[in-house]
């Protein structure tokens, strides 16, 4: 969790150029209802990404009042068959509650134990800090969920994007070694992450 806050308020200013642990505060007599509103989880995101899915967050980049608040939210919608596919949060526990339709989730464990479930609209499902997890929508409607975190700015990453997307590149020597598959192969699957980062 993030540190505890030590005032009422700390709405980020985000347009200030200091730099701290979060975001400065903007001065409280210029603080309003708008700084701790939000409506942009109310309707379905726009599922334009290969993977089917569309992740619609609200961290405090997009609710400043989330700014020493400890929490913030997401929405994530899944076309049939979209997945949000295997990623952490460095600094957030999860905890998902499904809006619509039926999702096949699950985490791994330090000990490499996968658990896994499929849930259903109106159920709970947790995500340890830390560690990798998935959702996937096996039905033929969308399905949709609530993410609720323990941070302000949870962090994501994407282990796919993560490993065969950043710049610079990993090498592919390394990327070859670790998955046991020739440099050909990873240069397949940078190009075709590549044209859906
Ligand atoms: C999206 O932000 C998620 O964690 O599912
Ligand atoms: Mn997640």
Redo the contacts with the bound molecule.
Sequence with gaps: ADPVPLQDTCVADLSSGVTINGFVCKPSNNVTANDFFFDGLKNPGRIISPLGTAVTPAFVLNIPGLNTFGASQ?RVDFAPGGV?PP???PRAS?I?YILEGELEVGFITTANVLITRTITLGETFI?PKGLV?F?INNGVKNAAML?S?NSQL?G?QSIAFTLFTASPPVPDNVLAKAFQIGTKEVDIIKSRLASIA
Excluded: G, S
Aim: no cysteine; charged share 5%.
């Design positions: 997401a949000n990623h952490t949060h999860e998902i995500f997890h959702q993410v975190f949870p994501i």
